[in-house]
Every structure is written in structure tokens, then in C-alpha cells.
């Protein structure tokens, strides 16, 4: 099986590095960074490619494009995991467009074009006979989608309640565990990769509203949008505020909502009791489904990082491997 990958950041090198390392039998044919690109039909030497990015920031030929990767090399599957853009989609959504025109399968780690354009993508999918896959979008490394999929086939979900954003998971567990400031936490967040390219859409709650966005999407199919969030960040959120919780056996977590029956979808930080389940440490995710036939389900599990995003791809790759290509 033969694969593109567009995107070279954290994420990318991530999934790279674990093709390169397990033998699972798929190929890179294509690779593409912002400013760079690498086609070979007999499959590319990602040690080899990864040094030369590592060595002058460039995967490839600067002759060769994102674009050029997306629509001459020869793959069956796309891997699209350049930065979210939540504003545009782009150019991600055009790469994404294009891949499945060519009736090629899409996996992607990419929020915005699953945020703003899932509607129109998953019809293109569907119409041309491929797969668009998205686990790696929510809750990192959590199997959330393939939970949806198959373990709850058949359930309603009632309810979703939320600790989609790791990075300020991250900032909040630090700022209560070890007194460090807002300012410190983030910087130490970014510092590990976690946060996005922006912080801004971590910090003021716009990533975890994505997610949520995402997820209504797709468990109730209901078109809602990132404005239909009523959204508040932990940008403003003081130290003393954490130690005033601390003082009644709580702590503050951002947390994201949805509940259709109440027109409910909110993302804000919330005062829980630290036995709470969703009150997890560092940069774990946590999400509660309600349900009709299992009742409550919680799973929780690594949110960010490059190997755990890493998982949640291979994930999508190894199930269109099984689905489709080794049918065909
Ligand atoms: N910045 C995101 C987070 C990365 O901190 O959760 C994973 O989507």
C-alpha cells in the first residue's frame, strides 16, 4: 500500500518515523512540507528524508509543491497533516478535495477542513466510492471515532462531556501542581510540542470547540458550526482562582459540552471535584459519552504529541487497508 504525506511538523515526522520503524507494509511515495516536496514512485527513505529535513528544514526539492505531492504521486492513501487553519480550511481542504477527486482514501489529523467543510468532503468520499478518515483530528491518541463506529453501533448518544485541548490540560495541571504562572505553563507547553502552531487556539478554548464541532458532526450529523460554540478560553484564568478551588478539594478544567436535546455546546472552565473523572493530569484527554444502551462511557488517554497522534493515523490507515485496498 502506498501513501502521500503532506505536512512535516510534529505530527508528520511523527507518522513517518513509525512507518519507517514497523513493518507494516505501506510505502511513501510522496512527501510535502510548506516550502518543499519529494515524489518517488519506488518509495522514499524516510531515515534519509527526515535527516536532510532535520539537517536544513527542507523534506525535498523546493521545485516540487504540496500540490504537485497531492496530484502526481502515486499513492492510495493521502495522509494530510499540515497545520489547522480553523478560519479558511486551507489549503488543506483543496488537498483534501483534490486527493479524493483522484478517488484516493484521506486520512487526516487536520481540525480545520473536518471543522468547516465535512459535509461536502464526506459526500465527495462517498460519491467517488473512498474513505475520509479523521481520528487523529480529536482526542489524540483516544480511538474515539472508531469507538462511535463500531463499539457503540446502535446506542444513542445522549450527551458528550469533555477534556478535548491538552495543551491547556497541561497548563492547568502545572499551574495547580507546581505554582507555576500562566505564562511559564504555556511556554513549557509549546516548548513540547503540544500546543498549535498558534497558541491562541488552545489557550482560548477555539481548538477544544473545534473538536467539539467535529464530533457533533459526526454523531448527529446536526451541521453545526464553530460560532454555534459558546466559548470561553483559560487565557484570564488567574492562579488564584486554581488555589481558591484547590482549597475545596477541586480543580478547574476546560471543559467542552454537548447535549442536542438542550441545544447545549459550550466549551468553559469548570470547577470539578478532583475525584471527577474527567479531572486527569498533564496532557491526557478524557470524554464521557452518554448513552442509551451502555449508559456512561469514559475513556481517557494521551491528547497530543507527535508518536500518540502518530497511533491515532496508523489507526485509519491500517482499517482502509482492511476495508478497501486489500479488497480491491
Ligand atoms: N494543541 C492540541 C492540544 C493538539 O493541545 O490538544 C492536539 O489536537
Redesign the pocket.
Known amino acids: 500500500m502506498k501513501v502521500a504525506i503532506i505536512g512535516l511538523g510534529s505530527v508528520g515526522k511523527g507518522v513517518a518515523g513509525m512507518l519507517a520503524k514497523k513493518d507494516l507494509g505501506i510505502q511513501v511515495t510522496g512527501v510535502a512540507d510548506s516550502r518543499s516536496g519529494v515524489i518517488s514512485p519506488a518509495g522514499i527513505n524516510i531515515g534519509e528524508m527526515l535527516a536532510h529535513k532535520q539537517k536544513s528544514g527542507l523534506c525535498g526539492s523546493t521545485g516540487i509543491t504540496a500540490e504537485d505531492v497531492v496530484k502526481k504521486a502515486d499513492y492510495d492513501i493521502l495522509i494530510e497533516v499540515s497545520p489547522?487553519n480553523a478560519l479558511s480550511g486551507e489549503p488543506a481542504t483543496g488537498y483534501i478535495r483534490a486527493a479524493l477527486g483522484r478517488k484516493k482514501h484521506v486520512v487526516t489529523?487536520n481540525?480545520g477542513p473536518i471543522a468547516l467543510a465535512f459535509h461536502d468532503l464526506r459526500e465527495l468520499a462517498r460519491k467517488n466510492g473512498v474513505a475520509l478518515r479523521y481520528e487523529?483530528?480529536?482526542?489524540?491518541a483516544i480511538p474515539i471515532m472508531h469507538t462511535l463506529e463500531h463499539g457503540l453501533a446502535g446506542n444513542e448518544i445522549i450527551a458528550l462531556y469533555g477534556v478535548?485541548?491538552?495543551?491547556?490540560?497541561?497548563i492547568l495541571t502545572r499551574m495547580a501542581d507546581e505554582g507555576l504562572t500562566y505564562e511559564q505553563a504555556l511556554m513549557e507547553?509549546r516548548e513540547m510540542g503540544?500546543?498549535?502552531a498558534d497558541?491562541t487556539?488552545?489557550v482560548q478554548g477555539i481548538?477544544?470547540a473545534i473538536?467539539l464541532v467535529i464530533l457533533a458532526n459526526t454523531i448527529w450529523d446536526n451541521g453545526v458550526r464553530l460560532s454555534d460554540v459558546d466559548r470561553t478560553g483559560i487565557d484570564l484564568l488567574t492562579a488564584d482562582a486554581l488555589r481558591l478551588a484547590e482549597e475545596e478539594g477541586c480543580t478547574i478544567r476546560l471543559i467542552a459540552e454537548a447535549m442536542p436535546r438542550k441545544k447545549l455546546l459550550r466549551v468553559s472552565p469548570r470547577i470539578l471535584s478532583k475525584t471527577h473523572p474527567l479531572v486527569v493530569e498533564g496532557?491526557l484527554?478524557a470524554l464521557t459519552l452518554e448513552t442509551d444502551m451502555a449508559k456512561e462511557i469514559t475513556l481517557i488517554g494521551r491528547?497530543?504529541?507527535s508518536i500518540e497522534?502518530a497511533s491515532a493515523i496508523i489507526g485509519d490507515l491500517l482499517y482502509i487497508r482492511d476495508q478497501y485496498v486489500q479488497r480491491t
Do not use: I, M, R, W
Open positions: 489547522t489529523s481540525k487523529a483530528t480529536v482526542a489524540g478535548l485541548n491538552g495543551t491547556c490540560n497541561f507547553a503540544y500546543a498549535e497558541p487556539y488552545d481548538d477544544a473538536k496532557t484527554n491528547g497530543a504529541g497522534t
